[in-house]
C-alpha cells in the first residue's frame, strides 16, 4: 500500500504526457483510492444509489467531479476494485500503458478489456447489485 497522493504521483508518471489529459478523473481517483488501501466507506451508498438509480454516470462524474466527489470517491474505488477482480491487476496496467502510448481512453478500455464505458457501468452496477 501507498499513501493516496503518492499513489496519485505513481499513476501520472505510469500515464506520463498526454496520457494525463486522457486518464478519467474517477480512475485516478478509484486507482489512488485503492493502491491506498483507504476502505470504502461509502460502499452503501453507492448500493442504494445503484438501487435506486441515482448515481451519476461516470461521464458525469468525470465532467463535474467536484460537485460529486463523496459519491465519486465511492464509486470510483468500487468500480476499479470490480475491474481488478474481473480483469485483473495486468490488464489494470495494460490500460495506463495504452493511454501512456496515447491512446484515447474509450479506445484504451475496448482494447485491452474488450467493453466500452456504459458497458462497463452496466457490468459494474450488476456486480454490485447482485454481489
Ligand atoms: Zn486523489
Known amino acids: 500500500m501507498v499513501p493516496h497522493e503518492f499513489a496519485h504521483l505513481l499513476i501520472n508518471r505510469i500515464v506520463g504526457y498526454p496520457g494525463v489529459q486522457e486518464i478519467p478523473v474517477w480512475l485516478h481517483e478509484?486507482?489512488?483510492?485503492?493502491l491506498a488501501g483507504q476502505q470504502n466507506r461509502g460502499d452503501?451508498?453507492?448500493r442504494d444509489g445503484a438501487r435506486r438509480?441515482?448515481?451519476p454516470t461516470l461521464q458525469q462524474l468525470d465532467e463535474s467531479w467536484a460537485q460529486q466527489a463523496q459519491i465519486g470517491y465511492a464509486m470510483s474505488y468500487s468500480i476499479v476494485?470490480?475491474?481488478s477482480e474481473k480483469y485483473g491487476p495486468e490488464r489494470m496496467l495494460s490500460l495506463l500503458k495504452a493511454l501512456a502510448?496515447?491512446?484515447k481512453f474509450d479506445a484504451a478500455l475496448q482494447q485491452v478489456m474488450g467493453?466500452?464505458?456504459p458497458a462497463?457501468?452496466?457490468e459494474w452496477r450488476e456486480w454490485l447489485l447482485g454481489g
Open 115 to 117: 467493453i466500452d464505458s
Open 81 to 83: 476494485n470490480y475491474l
Open 120 to 122: 462497463l457501468e452496466q
Open 53 to 55: 438509480g441515482t448515481l
Open 44 to 46: 452503501q451508498a453507492v
Open 101 to 103: 502510448d496515447g491512446t
Open 30 to 34: 478509484g486507482l489512488a483510492t485503492y
